[in-house]
């Protein structure tokens, strides 16, 4: 069955780091674009990251741009968020999210996986 | 970067009502909007792409329309199951989504 499993959350101190995994099963992992995703306690969807099938193509939403890093190891089907310098309002849930673009390559989150939750306080 | 705004936040209706949710881009994002539906302690569920394409499973009462800046959700007659929050999102450049609509029942 394909699906897409999330590790890595838990309790981390304000300024600490945290890095989450996302395993990939039974589809063509290296061939899609990936992208992480957030959700704040009772608040909306946050997109937070994007990396392309060959890590070619990277980009971070501005609240996590020079703390976060995205990255993908194809031969192991997995993908990363390595988070340094947490702090509270990066407390959420953290869902890994296939993207697959159609014949036209219109983009879209058509896999998620359940999600790993992140709480940072002290 | 581009903001995308969802009306209405939230919502009240009965089942069988037909109800409507608007999603607007701060610029012209062409086609590239989707939209998801989410229910409490779950994941997104991909519903509609390229804003008027039906995903293989979803029923046939959800339907999307627009182009440019302005898009529309259609739930034709709402069922038991539509109970849940609504996201747009755009993936034209980067990718964002909309603040969510929240589908309750009256």
């Known amino acids: 069955e394909v699906h897409l499993v999330e590790s890595g959350g838990g309790l981390v101190q304000p300024g600490g780091s945290l890095r989450l995994s996302c395993a990939a099963s039974a589809f063509t992992f290296n061939t899609y674009s990936m992208n992480w995703v957030r959700q704040a306690p009772g608040k909306g969807l946050e997109w937070v990251s994007h990396?392309?099938?060959?890590?070619?193509?990277?980009y971070y939403a501005n609240s996590v741009k020079g703390r976060f890093t995205i990255s993908r190891d194809n031969g192991k089907n997995s993908l990363y968020l390595q988070m340094n310098n947490l702090r509270a309002e990066d407390t959420a849930v953290y869902f890994c999210?296939?993207?697959?673009?159609?014949?036209?390559?219109?983009?879209?989150?058509?896999?998620w996986g359940r999600g790993t939750l992140v709480t940072v306080s002290s | 970067d581009i903001q995308m705004t969802q009306s209405p936040s939230s919502l009240s209706a009965s089942v069988g009502d037909r109800v409507t949710i608007t999603c607007r881009a701060s610029?012209?994002?062409?086609?590239?909007l989707n939209w998801y539906q989410q229910k409490p302690g779950k994941a997104p569920k991909l519903l509609i792409y390229a804003a008027s394409s039906l995903q293989s499973g979803v029923p046939s009462r959800f339907s999307g329309s627009g182009s440019g800046t302005d898009f529309t959700l259609t739930i034709s007659s709402l069922q038991p199951e539509d109970f849940a929050t609504y996201y747009c999102q755009q993936s034209y450049s980067t990718r964002t989504f909309g603040q969510g609509t929240k589908v309750e029942i009256k």
């Open positions: 990396i392309s099938s060959s890590s070619s193509t990277i």
């Open positions: 610029q012209s994002i062409y086609i590239y």
């Open positions: 999210a296939r993207e697959s673009g159609g014949a036209w390559n219109y983009w879209y989150f058509d896999l």
